[in-house]
């Protein structure tokens, strides 16, 4: 009796944990950050240890990507931009040249390579920068946490596997 109410303890925390899907997360925090930001377009991009390399993430934007971004990000030159970057970039939004306003800063996560929360399709500004940055220190802990809850999920079924019979 008592290894059942271990096994059905120990499966519920499995369950309750699991709850939180790790792509879900990312398209959550890029669409709240493009509400944050007044702006259809936000995403992530992750930068190598090595900082040679950005990676575009995830991408949130309006279906058919009236603006480019995606073609944008992987042709401006941005992505190598980003990959030298220690903090915020901000470039300006100048729609003769094909620019659509652009604003990244980097994600406060411990356990990873450098991750970078964007936003683009206007302007920004010093308050933008503000607020983008605040967002990205929150952003950075549901990451953390995200991956601590992978992490108890796995231990936990380790427990599970090798419980006594």
Not at 64 to 91: F, H, M, N, Q, Y
């Amino acid at each position: 009796m008592l290894y059942n109410r271990v096994d059905v303890a120990m499966r519920e925390l499995v369950a309750d944990f699991s709850c939180l899907q790790a792509d879900d997360l990312v398209e959550r925090l890029a669409r709240a950050a493009a509400a944050v930001a007044g702006t259809a377009y936000a995403g992530f991009v992750r930068v190598d240890p090595l900082r040679r390399e950005a990676l575009p993430v995830h991408l949130h934007g309006p279906p058919g990507d009236p603006l480019r971004i995606g073609r944008w990000l992987a042709e401006s030159g941005v992505l190598k931009e980003l990959a030298l970057s220690a903090g915020t970039l901000r470039l300006a939004q100048d729609a003769a040249v094909g620019e659509p306003g652009f604003l990244a800063t980097l994600v406060p996560v411990v356990a990873r390579e450098h991750t970078f929360v964007w936003v683009a399709g206007r302007g920004f500004g010093d308050a933008d920068e503000h607020l983008l940055g605040r967002f990205a220190t929150a952003a950075g802990r549901a990451l953390e946490a995200a991956s601590g809850l992978e992490a108890a999920v796995r231990m936990l079924r380790g427990i599970r596997a090798f419980r006594p019979a």
